[in-house]
């Protein structure tokens, strides 16, 4: 009896408790916002307001409506999500006074009728995580008239945009945008963010963009790239717009741009043209080449050897990309389309780039060379001008066989001419003698053509999970160039110059380079359980690569017909690749796991013809294990890490045995008897995201290092000419690692976002120097805090900077202290006034100590002003006077370490002139003209 008395006691206990649990509820009825039909099966969660953790989730019944019990004293968000209809959030609170909180009738939204997509008591929510997606909601944001993407893009947390356009995003910068998940234009993301109206926009989503097989298998191969789609909405999907601006300034300053765009329904048209000299207009033009556009050889996750790298050949030459130094002159045009049919079922987009790029300039370095016994100093001075004329057109065409299948077909093609003329003149000394003096001139003509084809076809079976995919890939990339190479250097063994004879160097090389690709992948899923699957895949891989190099001596005939065999080669290596592998996929929940392993047989040919012929066959065996673990807290937290290890074969510019002295102070020798590297990289992230309070948190750091790196062996002569060459350092590792941290939050009575970040990035490298082996560790730490304002025709306001602190030592040199505080800033603001007139103004400072290298600090203030005066009814007739650089300060600055070397360089660059431009833009949508 005392035992069912018992029993009875702690049932009626337990029944209060649960009575009074449940007299905390919350109710509502949902319900469409125009029809007022009642929405069965609507999404219904609860969560806590202090941290946005899911507290309970149910659906709506048959009449709409939730009845939630069981509920605690507290605040609370209730978060509504149907179909086709905006969501829908708001905050209530429970607490003795007050235990049932009856939301009534609440009316959801079609997005097609609402241009905000969540409501919070009439304000948009800013960010979702999805996976591996950052959402941001563009109508929580205030833009200004006529602003466009990139005055949006600096509002959203973890985004800086800087001067030029450059965009960074979560410690990584953004080299592709998207439109709609289309390409629009290629790769030039300032064609989207300078002249699509931020007004257009719905969403902006960041993530990596991985690979289209890693996308539809889900299994990382390691191909990333930082990306931002730009979403429009729906309603600015029909009509037309545009603009077109033209200024004049001071010091022969000029620019001029138009953009026309045509959206109709699922048809996208653009078209462009650029031309200016003021570094600001037609520069964005990264050129993707893919693989197979260089010289470089890497073990891709496919198992596949892939050449890529630079141009490839001895002498400077151009890569076609402006990088602040020297006074450029852009030309660029282009045009965009794209657009689907057959119910969707197949799409095409296709883009064309014409341009030309012209840097004239000059260049100041200031080398240290630490070496085991003494420092070499060396000064070196550059004049130079380069041209580079390119166009590229691509097609992607995409078709939907059938409910299961699609096969997506690119071909892109490009063509590039390039012209380099450059002059040094330079000084080396050791204990302040001086040892040597030079000059040499080089001319370099570079034509270069690049062919890319894929075709990717996806299947899904009738069983969930299994799916098949195979793409194949071939890639073409052919470069000659031909160009004069002049060097004179005077070696002295006393301080007495007088009578000096220099060593010539008077040649005419060529340079011919091809290299054609063709990989294939094919995988298959298999699902071993409602949580567990995996996947197979097998590669192939065939590379060919040829490297002609030659170099003509002057005969006393004045012709440069007497081949020298030192600076000449006949390279050829040929590649054949077998991979296979198999990847584990768990998802359960919140958790996603993967892990496994690839594994590919190379088969390595390297032959050198001509009067050093010789062949090297060899066989390697690459590793590409992978693991990665992924945990969402809530749509708003998540938590990921991966790993994956890679085998790095030497480049064919590390293997061809043939000197290139394009510097006759610094010959680098190749080293056909290279053994690959293997590289170990992981990486880890966290986002968080607060729903009511706006507050955000984003973390990310990556590690990886290397084993038996292959790095340079330097013999430095006591007169100070130096001979490399490749050589592998078993017992080893060279290491680098970076990491980022934002955190941010709005203060309400300010009306202010407040930010506070916090990155570094290090490295430790070795290399020879005269026998001894030299260990340089490099580090760099920059905390940061930021603030900024926008109030919509008055005010917008930002101000970044924070202190950089840089560690660099050499074990050559372990008493040398190159340590120092330096200080980086930034800020602007422009201030709406009466009138249609607007004042603003932004500004950088920089200051770089001086160091036991380098005697001498710098700082550099940097203050741009503007002027401007709208017209007409929405504002999109802008006169602006503008001024750059009004204290004139604006010297190009940095310093770099190398193996063994600190190098400062200072160049030239824009510098002060005003300019007055006009600028006018239309919008014609279906709808009508937007309304301000």
């Not at 109508?139 to 006529?146: E, K």
């Not at 025709?793 to 202290?817: A, F, H, M, V, W």
């Not at 330096?822 to 422009?830: I, L, P």
């Not at 940095?894 to 002060?912: F, L």
Request: aromatic share 12%; hydrophobic share 30%.
């Amino acid at each position: 009896m005392k035992h069912i008395a018992l029993f009875c006691l702690i049932f009626l206990t337990f029944s209060i408790s649960l009575s009074a649990q449940n007299k905390y509820t919350v109710k509502g009825v949902v319900s469409d916002s125009v029809e007022h039909v009642k929405l069965r099966n609507t999404s219904v969660s609860v969560l806590n307001a202090k941290d946005s953790t899911l507290v309970t989730f149910t659906r709506t019944g048959e009449d709409g409506s939730f009845n939630i019990g069981g509920l605690h004293p507290g605040n609370f968000i209730v978060l509504l999500a149907y179909p086709d209809y905006a969501d829908y959030v708001d905050k209530f609170s429970l607490d003795s006074a007050k235990q049932n909180f009856n939301l009534g009738n609440i009316h959801l939204q079609l997005k097609s009728r609402l241009l905000h997509e969540v409501i919070i008591k009439g304000s948009a929510a800013q960010m979702k995580i999805k996976g591996d997606t950052t959402e941001f909601n563009a109508a929580a944001y205030v833009t200004q008239p006529n602003a466009k993407v990139e005055d949006l893009l600096k509002q959203l947390p973890g985004i800086q945009v800087d001067k030029d356009g450059k965009i960074t995003a979560q410690g990584q910068q953004v080299n592709k945008v998207l439109v709609d998940g289309e390409e629009f234009f290629g790769d030039d993301p300032t064609l989207v963010t300078k002249n699509i109206r931020a007004d257009m926009v719905d969403k902006v989503q960041l993530y990596d963009k991985k690979s289209d097989q890693a996308a539809f298998t889900g299994i990382d191969d390691g191909k990333k790239e930082k990306t931002l789609n730009i979403k429009l909405k729906a309603d600015k999907k029909n009509g037309m717009f545009g603009k077109a601006e033209v200024g004049d300034g001071t010091e022969n300053i000029y620019q001029a741009q138009a953009l026309f765009n045509a959206f109709k329904a699922k048809q996208k048209l653009s078209v462009y043209g650029t031309l200016g000299n003021n570094g600001k207009t037609g520069l964005g033009w990264e050129d993707n080449q893919k693989y197979g556009s260089g010289n470089a050889i890497q073990s891709d996750d496919s198992g596949v050897i892939f050449f890529f790298g630079g141009n490839g050949d001895d002498l400077d030459s151009f890569d076609g990309r402006y990088n602040g130094q020297g006074l450029p002159t852009a030309r660029t045009g282009g045009v965009h389309y794209d657009t689907k049919w057959n119910d969707d079922k197949e799409s095409l987009n296709t883009n064309y780039k014409i341009g030309s790029l012209t840097v004239d300039g000059s260049n100041n370095n200031i080398t240290q060379n630490n070496l085991p016994d003494t420092i070499l100093k060396s000064t070196s001075n550059e004049n130079f001008h380069k041209y580079m004329f390119r166009q590229k057109l691509d097609v992607t065409y995409n078709v939907k066989l059938d409910t299961s299948s699609n096969l997506k077909i690119a071909v892109d093609g490009t063509s590039k001419h390039s012209n380099t003329i450059e002059g040094f003149t330079g000084t080396e000394f050791r204990n302040d003698t001086l040892i040597n003096k030079s000059n040499r001139n080089i001319t370099n003509d570079v034509d270069q053509k690049i062919f890319n084809a894929s075709a990717f076809y996806t299947h899904k079976f009738k069983k969930p999970r299994r799916t098949f995919s195979f793409n194949i890939a071939e890639a073409y990339n052919q470069s000659e160039a031909k160009g004069y190479l002049k060097s004179q250097v005077y070696f002295y063994k006393s301080t007495d110059t007088t009578g000096t004879k220099p060593d010539t160097v008077d040649q005419y090389k060529t340079n011919n380079l091809k290299n054609s690709a063709l990989t294939t992948n094919l995988t298959y899923s298999e699902p071993l359980s409602k949580t567990l699957a995996i996947t197979f895949n097998y590669g192939l891989g065939i590379n060919n690569a040829v490297a002609d190099r030659q170099s003509f001596d002057k005969s006393v005939s004045g012709k440069y017909d007497m081949l020298n065999d030192t600076f000449s080669s006949d390279y050829k290596l040929n590649s054949i690749s077998n991979q296979g592998g198999a990847i584990f996929n768990f998802k359960k929940g919140k958790t996603i796991i993967n892990f496994g392993t690839k594994v590919a047989d190379v088969n390595l040919k390297q032959q050198s013809e001509g009067f050093a012929s010789s062949t090297l066959n060899r066989d390697f065996t690459d590793w590409m294990p992978q693991a990665s673990f992924q945990y969402r807290f809530s749509q708003q937290k998540s938590f990921n890490i991966n790993y994956n290890g890679r085998t790095t074969l030497p480049t064919i510019d590390q293997l061809q045995p043939i000197q290139n002295n394009n510097d006759q102070l610094n010959i680098v020798e190749g080293n056909p008897n290279l053994k690959p590297s293997f590289t170990n990289n992981f990486n880890m992230w966290y986002n968080s995201f607060k729903v009511v309070s706006n507050e955000y948190i984003y973390l990310s750091a990556n590690y990886s290092y290397t084993t038996n790196p292959i790095v340079s062996d330097i013999t430095y002569a006591p007169n100070g000419g130096s001979i490399s060459q490749y050589a592998n350092l078993p017992g080893k590792q060279t290491s680098n690692f970076n990491f980022w941290g934002n955190y941010g939050q709005k203060i309400e009575k300010l009306d202010v976002n407040v930010n506070v970040g916090f990155n570094g990035n290090g490295n430790t490298y070795y290399n020879m120097v005269n026998d001894v082996l030299n260990r340089t560790q490099s580090y760099t730490f920059n905390p940061r805090l930021g603030i900024n304002k926008y109030k919509e025709k008055k005010i917008e306001l930002y101000l970044y900077g924070g202190p950089t602190y840089t560690i660099s030592r050499s074990s050559l040199q372990p008493n040398t202290n190159n340590n120092g505080t330096g200080f980086n800033a930034d800020g602007g603001f422009t201030i709406y006034l009466p009138g249609k007139f607007q004042i603003g103004s932004n500004s950088s400072y920089e200051y770089s100590p001086k160091t036991a290298s380098f005697g001498t600090d710098f700082s550099k203030t940097i203050i741009n002003a503007s002027i401007v005066k709208t017209f007409l009814k929405n504002d999109n007739l802008k006169f602006t006077i503008w001024g750059n650089d009004l204290l004139n300060q604006n010297v190009g600055f940095s310093r770099t370490a190398n193996s063994n070397m600190i190098v400062q360089n200072s160049y030239t660059t824009i510098k002060r002139y005003v300019m007055f431009t006009i600028d006018y833009e239309f919008t014609k949508m279906a709808g009508g003209a937007p309304k301000k």
